[in-house]
């Protein structure tokens, strides 16, 4: 009549075994040519001039930016509750929009993706296997510490 309770838990699940995760190496070829992508919420007013500020760091490196797009949050879809708040916790940007950068990426033959957000190991891990080419953020593409302030204070360097 009373049946044990036990029997209608679910099973524990298996821990999944440690992958040794290597760090990304700061990616400083020069001559290498980059997609940059901005993620900006719909409240940010001048994600143009932060764009065209981290393009102009970029070419200073002496990476060439074979093309820019912009991810705004909150001027479609989302709705002001949601504006700060990525898309997607495992790509940061939607998914037609990675579509569209690994096309992107494609036609233009680019060798990196450079995110002007930082991004967690796992969106690195996932958008580099998506997008076919190594998808990094801004602080990892700099050699150097010389990039624009403006840029900087938007986006640090503290993960």
Do not use: W
């Not at 919420?41 to 065209?52: E, G, P």
């Not at 002496?62 to 949601?82: E, F, H, M, P, Y």
């Not at 690994?102 to 993706?113: K, L, N, Q, R, S």
């Amino acid at each position: 009549m009373y049946q044990d309770r036990r029997r209608e838990r679910r099973p524990r699940r298996r821990a999944r075994a440690a992958v040794p995760r290597r760090p990304v190496a700061p990616f400083s070829a020069e001559g290498d040519g980059v997609v940059v992508v901005g993620y900006f919420s719909a409240k940010q007013r001048d994600f143009a001039a932060l764009m065209d500020a981290a393009v102009a760091d970029l070419a200073a490196e002496g990476i060439r930016v074979l093309g820019r797009l912009v991810q705004r949050r909150g001027v479609s879809d989302g709705g002001a509750r949601k504006m700060d708040m990525p898309y997607s916790s495992r790509t940061l940007i939607s998914h037609g929009k990675v579509r569209l950068v690994a096309a992107v990426c494609e036609e233009t033959g680019a060798d990196a993706v450079v995110f002007l957000a930082p991004l967690t190991e796992r969106q690195r891990r996932v958008l580099t296997q998506a997008l076919g080419c190594p998808a990094i953020s801004l602080q990892d593409a700099r050699p150097s510490a010389n990039f624009s302030p403006r840029v900087h204070e938007k986006f640090p360097t503290d993960q």
